[in-house]
Nanobody, 123 residues
Framework: QVQLVESGGGLVQAGGSLRLSCAASGRTFSNYVMGWVRQAPGKEREFVAGIGWSSGNTYYADSVKGRFTISRDNAKNTVYLQMNSLKPEDTAVYYC????????????????WGQGTQVTVSS
């Protein structure tokens, strides 16, 4: 059974930083794209960032380019999202997601999801 377990969320002031982690288990992810999706209060989920598990290629939403960095540690089966220069509009529940298809990840059709971790950025 696939499990994606997020951690690292919390409350931070605008301009601050947080690092989210997603521990993945239950399958081999070598052909997968891992990513982060967020949902702000009253809004739809949106793609944030993705990374090819084997290739290491990265993909970002325009709204986070230059501020967020996605990375992975293959040995630990863990994906990270380093978030810098946080803004109040980054406040959301952040979900880890996995899918063989980047298209599915970007269009929020991933097959596997974590439970989410809350990130709150105060102004």
């Amino acid at each position: 059974q696939v499990q994606l377990v997020e951690s690292g969320g919390g409350l931070v002031q605008a301009g601050g930083s947080l690092r989210l982690s997603c521990a993945a288990s239950g399958r081999t992810f070598s052909n997968y794209v891992m990513g982060w999706v967020r949902q702000a209060p009253g809004k739809e989920r949106e793609f944030v960032a993705g990374i090819g598990w084997s290739s290491g290629n990265t993909y970002y939403a325009d709204s986070v380019k230059g501020r967020f960095t996605i990375s992975r540690d293959n040995a630990k089966n863990t994906v990270y999202l380093q978030m810098n220069s946080l803004k109040p509009e980054d406040t959301a529940v952040y979900y880890c997601a996995a899918d063989p298809s980047l298209y599915n990840l970007r269009s929020l059709r991933s097959g596997d999801w974590g439970q989410g971790t809350q990130v709150t950025v105060s102004s």
